[in-house]
């Protein structure tokens, strides 16, 4: 498991997407406005929508192009869609720091 800091709670605006690249892994970046952080690939299982540029609400981002409805807890395209993006583990320190964690199979890079 590898650890990377991205940044202050600050740096992420409530509830918009952030895009944090890490290799060849593209990340969308969710500061959810209470505290925590959420982390998924940032390809929609559809057609590669951009997930950084969704609406979220609800614990869920809602895919720009075609608003299927995606959890940010744990990947899984809601019905009647399906399918289910990556997740990644987050945790926001008390100063507000933010570190990722990665698995190396969850890591392609070249
Ligand atoms: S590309 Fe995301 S819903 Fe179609």
């Not at 918009?16 to 890490?22: I, M, P």
């Not at 057609?47 to 950084?52: E, I, P, R, T, W």
């Not at 609406?55 to 809602?62: A, K, L, P, R, S």
């Amino acid at each position: 498991m590898q650890q990377f800091k991205v940044g202050h709670i600050s740096e992420f605006p409530e509830r918009r997407g952030k895009v944090v690249k890490l290799g060849d892994v593209e990340l969308a970046m969710f500061n959810m406005g209470d505290g925590t952080v959420k982390a998924v690939e940032n390809s929609c299982p559809h057609k590669q929508g951009k997930l950084s540029e969704g609406i979220v609400c609800d614990g869920h981002v809602y895919c720009p192009l075609h608003d299927w409805k995606i959890s940010l807890t744990n990947g899984i395209v809601q019905a009647p869609d399906e399918g289910c993006v990556k997740t990644y583990n987050v945790t926001v320190d008390g100063s507000g720091g933010v570190t990722l964690s990665i698995d190396g199979a969850q890591m392609r890079v070249s």
